[in-house]
């Protein structure tokens, strides 16, 4: 009896955020980006990796939307965030490892759909060790920086031809 007064619980309620959302203006709050629209640019000394910002701006307050195409072979070594950051995998596979030791053969793999955090100043490296491109969805708050984990070190390196 529980169980039948939950479901039609839930069945009204789903029916009445239909109502509510089929009345409802969008507005112009509402963005649309359709991948054609994105403007790819270079990641300086990136080796051919490029990016482009859906969605706000990393370098101001506010809640950005990045996306990151790693060539395959690429990767960036160690390095870190001065705030949390949400990658998702949107296309290829992508690699990422932890730590300030860079490993790639130790880079744990992730395929399209797939999900990573990483959280402020937490050391990182990642990109597509594979042969084929990658391309993360990356969401933060800005402003953030970036900062090598090991000075010493090239940011980007090609792990294969």
Do not use: C
Request: no cysteine; aromatic share 8%.
């Amino acid at each position: 009896m529980t169980t039948a007064i939950l479901n039609t619980s839930f069945a009204i309620l789903i029916s009445l955020i239909a109502i509510t959302a089929h009345g409802a203006d969008i507005g112009a709050e509402f963005q649309v980006v359709d991948s054609s629209e994105l403007k790819w640019m270079p990641v300086p000394s990136g080796m051919g990796a490029q990016f482009a910002v859906v969605r706000g701006d990393p370098s101001t307050t506010g809640v950005y939307v990045i996306r990151v195409r790693f060539p395959a072979g690429v990767m960036d070594t160690p390095h870190f965030h001065s705030t949390d950051r949400h990658v998702t995998v949107i296309e290829g596979i992508w690699y990422a490892g932890v730590g300030t030791r860079f490993d790639p053969d130790k880079a744990q793999e992730i395929t399209a759909g797939g999900y990573m955090f990483h959280p402020a100043g937490a050391a990182h490296w990642d990109g597509a060790r594979g042969d084929e491109d990658a391309v993360v969805q990356i969401i933060g708050n800005g402003p953030v920086l970036s900062e090598q984990a090991n000075h010493d070190e090239p940011m980007w390196v090609r792990v294969h031809e």
